[in-house]
């Protein structure tokens, strides 16, 4: 039976960090579906594979196109929230009242279930979300999560990842900004990864640092700093 690769999600603010992450990414073996269509904002991103998509059906051939790839090994969903508006902006159009959200939400899943694949990690890029959850005992809770429209699926994208990163930009003793990922939750966010991948909460946001970890921890390699 084959292994689904690991899926993994960004998530933060505008000029948090996402996009700066991908940097050292090898671009012989990555592919980026660019939905955001924008630029990247890191030297040599002109190095890499990127395809456009303006609509939903776009990104579904472009993500199959980049299936096939040779050598690919990454895919990079920039952004999973340009893609959810897109979905969104479609199901206003082609559909009414309650059928809009009802719609959305299958599109949605879809888009999640088709990045499940047995060729290649995936990576989204994604924007956050203040959601406010209710707890057993019935009161609320605030919590950072990954943005999406519809009550059907608040709160509910994270599951469908392995690992879920919220970039931290934090403001060093000299005054520079440093730029982190979170990879655990601090009891504000949804952040995760597998138990003992990191032993740090606060990683630099290095998307390919990232992934060199996690190989090395499916393959049973002590962690080395």
Known sequence: MSEHKALIAIVGPSGSGKSTSLRNLNPDTTVILDGERKGFPFRGSNKF????????????????LALKTPNVELIVV?????RFEQIKELCQKCYKGFE??????KMV???????KNDKCAVAVTSIDDIVELVNVDGSTTNKRMMAVDGKEQRGKIEKEFLLVLFTEPRRNKAGAMEYWFQTNTDGSTTAKTPLEMFTDQLVPNDLAAVIARAKSYYNGEPKTT
Request: no cysteine; proline share 6%; net charge negative.
């Open 49 to 64: 594979r990127i395809l456009p998509f303006a609509n939903p059906a776009e990104h579904d051939s472009q993500f199959q």
């Open 78 to 82: 920039d952004s999973l929230t340009k």
């Open 100 to 105: 809009i959200y009802g719609q959305y939400s």
């Open 109 to 115: 899943q879809a888009t999640l279930n088709q990045y």
